[in-house]
């Protein structure tokens, strides 16, 4: 059975595809037929000086490699767009804040070859390192979670056939977040199988401001895609947790009601309701803030960010649902 792979990268040029292009030349094992980075920052010319040094990088492998540009439309259109201009029988996807480990393209190789006809899917073992000297942020565990998660494109190959099959991503997740699900249950309705592989990816973790937990709220409208495409039982079928949405909807809710109560002079009422929303934010700021390392620069994080998400989540959900509300449910295609 053939093994020979294409490398698909999606990026917008951070720093970290340096890294992530370095390791992939080192890595031992037969090589990739071709390597695809699909620029997807926005505009009709992005400045392609800045992909020089990233692709000097990969050495030997800088003959095999080739940019396609997709207009800033996600990743899910990067992917797709990277994929439908290669010829290999497999694709990898990886993201370009990964760091592929050192036996990787032989890992990869084997993986594949132990693939059976009807596996379309071949997952990699993804590891996040975290700090030792202390806990771990809020947005570090949120990183660590990754290396559990089911069926990401971090480290992801997928049959080309499969991927024709359905019809690739979805272009309506803009974000990088469910994306992966969403063509994993497709896959596995099509009647293909994902297993898990062997090879390993290292994922760090990225720099990121106070505001990323409040700005990940933008996922919520993607979770309401999810629900009209596979059903409102999409959780189990993707073992993907259930997260606070309806606490959040209940915080929210009473922090409304608390603020109409109180224009239309009903105070008691409406201190309730203030009481309901304290309650809420303040478990959820201490659930968050617990298991952290409780340096004040954390500390201030989590209660401003936690008496932020639970209207934000709301409002994320809410017009997800209206924005995908004729959203057609997937429907199985037969191999």
């Not at 009709?44 to 207009?71: F, I, N, T």
């Not at 999409?234 to 606070?244: F, Q, Y």
Request: aromatic share 6%.
């Amino acid at each position: 059975m053939s093994t020979a792979y294409a490398v698909v990268i999606p990026t917008l040029v951070r720093g970290t595809l340096a890294d992530c292009l370095a390791a992939l030349a080192a890595a031992t094992g037969p090589q990739p037929d071709e390597i695809v980075l699909v620029d997807d920052r926005p505009g009709p010319d992005p400045d392609p000086q800045a992909l020089e040094h990233p692709l000097s990088l990969l050495g030997d492998l800088r003959g095999r490699a080739r940019v396609v540009a997709s207009g800033g439309r996600g990743p899910a259109a990067a992917r797709n767009t990277g994929w439908r201009v290669v010829s290999a029988p497999w694709v990898a996807f990886l993201d370009d804040d990964v760091q592929v480990g050192p036996r990787w393209c032989e890992q990869l190789a084997r993986d594949l070859a132990d693939a059976t006809p009807d596996t379309a899917g071949s997952q990699g073992v993804i590891t996040v390192p975290l700090p030792g000297e202390r806990r771990p942020t809020d947005w570090e565990r949120g990183t660590a979670g990754l290396a559990t998660a089911r069926w990401i494109t971090a480290d992801m190959a997928y049959r080309t056939d499969a991927l024709k099959q359905v019809a690739g991503f979805d272009e309506r997740f803009r974000r990088a977040f469910r994306e992966d699900a969403d063509l994993a249950l497709r896959v596995l309705d099509a009647g293909w199988r994902v297993r898990q592989g062997r090879r390993t990816t290292r994922h760090p973790v990225r720099p990121a401001d106070r505001w990323v937990s409040l700005r990940a709220q933008r996922g919520n409208a993607d979770d309401a895609l999810m629900r009209r495409l596979h059903g409102p039982d999409w959780w189990e079928k993707a073992a993907a947790p259930r997260g606070r949405r309806r606490v959040h909807l209940a915080v929210t809710a009473a922090g409304g009601a608390a603020c109409a109560l109180a224009v239309t002079g009903r105070r008691r009422a409406a201190a309730a309701a203030a009481l309901g929303w304290a309650v809420g934010t303040a478990e959820f700021a201490r659930a968050r803030i617990t298991p952290g390392p409780r340096i004040r620069d954390e500390v201030t994080t989590m209660l401003l960010t936690s008496a932020l998400i639970p209207p934000a989540a709301t409002w994320h959900w809410l017009s997800g649902l209206w924005r995908h509300r004729a959203a057609p449910a997937w429907r199985e295609v037969a191999r």
